[in-house]
């Protein structure tokens, strides 16, 4: 499986956007970005996935650089809620190669 | 609600004991998943179900560890003579089909956290 690079760890101040990076310079033509993140004491849920256009939804924004080797999940306006352990994750889309691999992600501090 | 549930939510065990877990998925997902998670890191993945038959056991750490889903809905996660390096959170996931022919979304559960003494 193609392997993701997140920082270990970032903060951001309540109610200001947040980008929170990855890199995935192995990626190949068939892999989509996904998103899932981990609420304390709870399991990970989904955030976002995308391909190669830029996606939105109510919780997010994932913006995929041109090259696809990198992309950034955006949240608008961070709340306390936010703060979570954020996974990128590579999924092929081939038949059979089900399996999410989740690396150690970002851990999202929000100061009030 | 009528999301992923897994029982129990904790179990504390002695070193050497048999321990079962349990996952009743969503209803109608065919697709099921194991993963583990130890303390500071992300989920690691043990097994998958596509319908009662596994897919992918490629993740299982060792043959004390074996799962089942006999009628294509609840699992049980098995783990025999248990080891202190079992303690975890074993968290259980479905997809209302292979990820593969979807969005990839999977709904997890909370997770059983076992320990093991």
């Not at chain 1, 080797?69 to 990128?88: E, F, G, M, N, Q």
């Amino acid at each position: 499986d193609a392997k993701t690079t997140q920082p270990n760890s970032m903060e951001s101040n309540e109610e200001e956007p947040v980008h929170l990076p990855c890199n995935h310079s192995t990626i190949s033509g068939t892999d989509y970005i996904h998103w899932y993140r981990q609420l304390p004491s709870q399991g990970p849920e989904y955030v976002i996935h995308g391909l190669t256009s830029n996606v939105n939804n109510r919780m997010a924004s994932l913006a995929i650089a041109e090259d696809r080797k990198s992309s950034t999940l955006i949240l608008h306006r961070a709340t306390l809620r936010d703060a979570a352990v954020y996974y990128c994750i590579l999924r092929g889309r081939n038949f059979g190669n089900e399996k999410l691999t989740f690396g150690t992600g970002t851990r999202l501090t929000i100061i009030p | 609600g009528a999301g992923v549930s897994q029982t129990p939510s904790n179990k504390v065990t002695e070193k050497g004991k048999y321990v079962e877990l349990r996952c009743d998925p969503i209803s109608g997902h065919t697709a099921l998943y194991w993963y583990r998670q130890s303390l500071g890191q992300g989920p690691e993945f043990l097994i998958y179900f596509q319908g009662t038959g596994a897919a992918d056991d490629s993740g299982l750490p060792n043959d004390r560890f074996f799962a089942v889903r006999p009628e294509g809905s609840v699992s049980t996660l098995k783990i025999q003579r248990t080891e202190r390096g079992d303690s975890a959170v074993y968290l259980c996931a479905s997809s209302l089909t292979a990820t593969s022919l979807n969005t990839g979304e999977l709904f997890f559960g909370e997770g059983s956290r076992l320990t093991v003494l």
